[in-house]
């Protein structure tokens, strides 16, 4: 049982040892730079005021030139350090309110898309050959 006992642990905090460095190494990379793209949780963590007030939208809508689609957030909750949680706010479809005026809607797909500070923007489609 100690020929067992002891090949577990010297198995394991070498593991341990040589990991610990490479995970302090990508935190510390990375600073205090906000994400430019992430889930939504992750982006509206960021603002000390939970991201009350402003402008998101998914990547994607870019990509499908629906420009100036986004949502303005008015309320979110957090969980697991801001990588989970739930958002509110209202939709604007190219540029357009499509809520009912003074009522929020909950943000679907939080977790699912890639999202980013802004409006979406149109992007140039390259010309077909």
């Known amino acids: ?5 002891a090949r577990r642990t010297l ?3 070498p593991r341990t040892v040589t990991t610990i460095p490479s995970i302090l190494s990508s935190v510390l990379s990375r600073g205090s730079q906000p994400l430019e793209r992430g889930n939504l949780y992750q982006i509206l963590s ?3 005021d939970g991201g009350i007030g402003r402008e998101v939208s998914q990547v994607r809508w870019s990509i499908k030139n629906r420009k100036d689609t986004y949502w303005v957030v008015t309320r979110a909750k957090f969980k697991l350090g801001g990588k989970h949680g739930k958002a509110w706010g209202q939709f604007y479809y ?3 309110l499509k809520t009912t005026p003074g ?3 909950e943000i679907r ?3 699912k898309y890639s999202w980013r500070e802004g409006r979406s ?3 140039i489609q390259p010309p077909k050959s």
């Open 11 to 13: 198995i394991t905090v």
């Open 46 to 48: 960021q603002h000390v």
């Open 1 to 5: 049982m100690f020929a067992t006992l």
């Open 109 to 111: 797909g939080g977790l």
């Open 103 to 105: 009522t929020d809607e």
């Open 121 to 123: 923007t149109r992007t």
């Open 94 to 96: 190219k540029g357009k």
